[in-house]
T-cell receptor, first 112, second 113 residues
């Protein structure tokens, strides 16, 4: 699986959009971009995934650049409960089947 | 239960002892995964099962670690001759084979003293 690079930490004001970047310049054609987050003392939680088109669900939006070498996870209206470590993962196939390779992620802190 | 259940939530053991960590996946999920997470690090893959068989055990660090899933549901991670370096949170996850997301449990915090 391709390697990902994320900033170590980011801050965001409550109610504002949080934009979390991820670089995956060595991504292959069959590899998807997945995002998980981990709130303190809990297991990771799936957020969203995509291949090349932008994706949106009830939690977030995922914007993937045309060359697929980077992506941005957008939390449109961040709340204090969105404070967590966010992991960008590149994985072959569009299902969860198989191992996930986590990096160190981005610590997002949402401030009042 | 509605989610992945792991027991115990905390386990303290002495160096050299044997421990077993249990995972109850979501009912009907055929795939089950074990990860280990050290402080300040992301989860590290250990093993995953498809049904009763280990489909990929490439993440097990050495032969002191072993996992089973005899009936294709509950899984047990077994660690022999524990070492202080085994101290970590052990996470279990499960999924349907063709699902887009894996569901994680809360983890078992193992401390070897």
């Amino acid at each position: 699986d391709a390697k990902t690079t994320q900033p170590t930490s980011m801050d965001c004001a409550e109610g504002r959009a949080a934009n979390l970047p991820c670089n995956h310049s060595t991504i292959s054609g069959n590899e998807y971009v997945y995002w998980y987050r981990q709130i303190h003392s809990q297991g990771p939680q799936y957020i969203i995934h995509g291949l090349k088109n932008n994706e949106t669900n009830e939690m977030a939006s995922l914007i993937i650049t045309e060359d697929r070498k980077s992506s941005t996870l957008i939390l449109p209206h961040a709340t204090l409960r969105d404070t967590a470590v966010y992991y960008c993962i590149v994985k072959a196939g569009g299902t969860s089947y198989g191992k996930l390779t986590f990096g160190q992620g981005t610590i997002l802190t949402v401030h009042p | 239960g509605a989610g992945v259940s792991q027991t115990p939530s905390n386990k303290v053991t002495e160096k050299g002892k044997y421990v077993e960590l249990r995972c109850d996946p979501i009912s009907g999920h055929t795939a089950l995964y074990w990860y280990r997470q050290s402080l300040g690090q992301g989860p590290e893959f250990l093993i995953y099962f498809q049904g009763t068989g280990a489909a990929d055990d490439s993440g097990l660090p050495n032969d002191r670690f072993f996992a089973v899933r005899p009936e294709g549901s509950v899984s047990t991670l077994k660690i022999q001759r524990t070492e202080r370096g085994d101290s970590a949170v052990y996470l279990c996850a499960s999924s349907l084979r063709m699902a887009t997301e894996a569901f994680f449990g809360q983890g078992t915090r193992l401390t070897v003293v």
